[in-house]
Every structure is written in structure tokens, then in C-alpha cells.
């Protein structure tokens, strides 16, 4: 049986005041959100007939699936596409040129890391509500904008990231959250770093075998500090859940093939986070108060308008390629 899991207290005063900046800044864009009991609901041209027989219609929602490295979020993110017809967009990890370098060198590519997947998630996140709106389609985005002040927090803590880089960071980032309207919900897998740190050595993605127990153990610390915060200020309902199991019953004999794993979905866990979504009761229109984001096609002018910020191309010269 799934439970919902109890947050700890903020790890850091220096973790605190970014995110009392955090939630200060979304929250004053709440008056500026448009809600309405019109929300759009699924288009039929957007889904498969298979899709469309198997499930019902729902409104249209824009959910962000968030956890640790290795909690399960992918797998999770796909079926829970296929349960409501959802498009889902993967993280961009697989493309990001500095990724590995990172995890050799974390304190040589750190800023410019973070830099670069803010830019990826907040593209990706104008681009999911310009997809709602042009289809009616529902979105589910693995990892969003809201979780990427989670790496920064950790690595500054770590000492990866200067003082002066993690507060150009917090600029950037306030300038472009400014622009986006808060998702439907977000859901929060829990998965113990133990775990995560198991699921990583079986999956066995080369880049990622230098990832020490301790770095996991500080990024739970910070997924539960930014979204207690998030939840907390009511901009939108966040949903945790213990993912240790991938939502079965821990009594359940172990799954040890994708097939199984499957069927497991159709079951318990998977069954009752699928029903706290279609519970949520505060309605949800997918906005874009700014109008060239809006109408905007090209990404590097986007990117040109919401961060052109005085010294940011700089900051990305001085950071080796």
C-alpha cells in the first residue's frame, strides 16, 4: 500500500532563504493565474482508439513526477501517459553534454550544468503549456523547472558552486520562473537513497557509477525541503507517495522483470495515485500571460528574451566546455 511519506525540517539556513525566495516569488504571481470550470479536456486526435476505449476523458492537466535519481520516475511517468493519454516528456538527461563531465568534475561543471538543464526544463515547460493549449492534451513532465533549484542547492552546499554563481543562479531563475504559470500537481516519489543507490549500480549507466550514497542522501534532503515549501504555500496540491517498492505492497514477492512490473502498476499503488489525480478539485487552465512566449516559435528566441540577463553569456564563457 502506498503512503504518503513525512518531510524533514529544512537542512540549511542558506537552503531556507532560497526558498523563502522561492515560494515568495511564484506566490506573487498567483493573482495573475486564470482558473476556470471550462478546463480543456482530452482531444481524440491527440490520443490513440486504444487509448481513448481504455480510459475516460479527463481535464486537461499539466503533472510534474519528481524524485530521486533512480526512484522510478520514468517508468512511472510513461504509464501514468498511457492511463490518461498524456504526452510525456522524458528528462533531458540523455542529451546533456556536460552531465558526465560533472560527475568526474563536479566543481568544474556545476554552474555551467545547472545553467544549461534550467534552460532545457523551463523550455520544455513553455512548451508543454502551449501543447495544452493547442490540443487539449494533458502533459507529464519527468523532473521539471520546480526540482532543478534541488541539484543547485546541493552542489553549492557541497561547495561546487561559488557564493557569487549560486546568486546569478537564483537570478536567472527568478526572472524565468516569473513567466510560467505553476503546474496542476506535482508528485513526489519517495525512494530512499539506499534504494536509489541499488537501482543505479543494476541499471548500469556508465556515467553514473561514480555517484557516492552520500550525494543521494543530500538530494532527498533538498526534494523534501523544496516541495514541503511548495506544497506549503498552496500554489499547487503536491503528492507523495513511497516509492521503495514502485507502489506495491511491501509484502509482495520481488519483481524481477518489466513485465511483471507492469502488471504490478494495474494494481495498489499505481491505482491510488491514479485516483488523487482525478480527485483534485482545484481547476486548472493552461495560461501564458506573456505573449511572445505565447506566439514564439523559435527557441533560442526564447531563451534570447527570458535570459538576457546583464553577464549571463559571459558566465557561460568563463565555465569550460
Known sequence: MVHRSSFRAFSSSKSLE???WYTGTVLSRTSHMLYSNNSPTCNSKSITEKQQENMPCVQAKLLIVEGN???GKSIFSQRLGKQFGFLVHDEPAP???YLAKFYKEPKKYALKLQLWL???RFLMYVQSLKHIMK???GVILDRSVYSDLVFTNVVYNDGNISEDGYQYYLTVRERAMKYLQPPSAAIYLHTPPSICFKRIAKRGREYEQQIPLSYLAELEREHENVFNSLGKSGICPVLTYD??????NSSCEEITDDTNKEMQFYAS???EIVSDIKNIKTSWMPTISDEFLQNCDSDSDILEKVFSIEGYEQVLREIPD
Not at 516509492?243 to 506495491?248: A, Q
Request: glycine residues 12%; hydrophobic residues 40%; charged residues 10%.
Open 135 to 137: 490540443t487539449g492534451q
Open 95 to 97: 542529451k546533456n553534454p
Open 69 to 71: 535519481i533512480a526512484a
Open 243 to 248: 516509492w521503495s517498492n514502485f507502489g506495491r
Open 118 to 120: 534550467f534552460q532545457q
Open 18 to 20: 532560497a526558498l523563502r
Open 269 to 271: 499503488g499505481f491505482n
